[in-house]
T-cell receptor
Framework: AQSVTQLGSHVSVSEGALVLLRCNYSSSVPPYLFWYVQYPNQGLQLLLKYTTGATLVKGINGFEAEFKKSETSFHLTKPSAHMSDAAEYFCAVSDRGGGKLIFGQGTELSVKP | GAVVSQHPSWVICKSGTSVKIECRSLDFQATTMFWYRQFPKQSLMLMATSNEGSKATYEQGVEKDKFLINHASLTLSTLTVTSAHPEDSSFYIC?????????????FGPGTRLTVL
């Protein structure tokens, strides 16, 4: 069975500071990993995904994540936070080709001016 | 590209009535569509997976007779909440996999907020 753990239900950073949202996964097969962002009362927007190949994945809005198999991690980073980054972030894992997503609990990111 | 719409965006109904929510992939054909439920400040819980022209596969604990899913075409899936009760109030989100990309990436709709009085 697959599972995702996001460390920290709430992260607060200052504008311009580094953003680091942590995600660890468990999977018995090579995983596909995703980060989604959700703004209030909206659906989810795909930030980035890892399937195969390069372990450092770049996404939209300046975010990137690195797949580390040895650490079973897929942490999301952004060098400089912007006020518009304040939202809920979800890490998710899926089985290869299965399509079914297992989501983490979510991390709410706050950005202070 | 890869836009998914939902209708309605919000609905209020009386207890005992049925509500239908539509999910459409606007610019691609969806191999598979998924229905999720999200409670306030919580993560998404998968309710069911549907493939065009076949019966939906429901997750454990989801009542298939209460949450009717129809996937009539490659661009449309509907979720009907039958005999709704206040405990069914929630945010319902659909997603669709782009047939051209395979089933690796799901694109999400904007969600439908259901309030049952």
């Amino acid at each position: 069975a697959q599972s995702v753990t996001q460390l920290g239900s709430h992260v607060s950073v200052s504008e311009g500071a580094l953003v680091l949202l942590r995600c660890n996964y468990s999977s018995s097969v090579p995983p596909y990993l995703f980060w989604y962002v959700q703004y209030p009362n909206q659906g989810l927007q795909l930030l980035l995904k890892y399937t195969t190949g390069a372990t450092l994945v770049k996404g939209i809005n300046g975010f990137e994540a690195e797949f580390k198999k040895s650490e079973t991690s897929f942490h999301l980073t952004k060098p400089s936070a912007h006020m518009s980054d304040a939202a809920e972030y979800f890490c998710a894992v899926s089985d290869r080709g299965g399509g079914k997503l297992i989501f983490g609990q979510g991390t709410e990111l706050s950005v202070k001016p | 590209g890869a836009v998914v719409s939902q209708h309605p965006s919000w609905v209020i109904c009386k207890s005992g009535t049925s509500v239908k929510i539509e999910c459409r992939s606007l610019d691609f054909q969806a191999t598979t569509m998924f229905w999720y439920r999200q409670f306030p400040k919580q993560s998404l819980m998968l309710m069911a997976t549907s493939n065009e022209g076949s019966k939906a596969t429901y997750e454990q604990g989801v009542e298939k007779d209460k949450f009717l899913i129809n996937h009539a075409s490659l661009t449309l899936s509907t979720l009907t909440v039958t005999s709704a009760h206040p405990e069914d109030s929630s945010f319902y989100i659909c997603s669709a996999s782009d047939r051209g990309e395979g089933t690796d990436t799901q694109y999400f709709g904007p969600g439908t907020r259901l309030t049952v009085l």
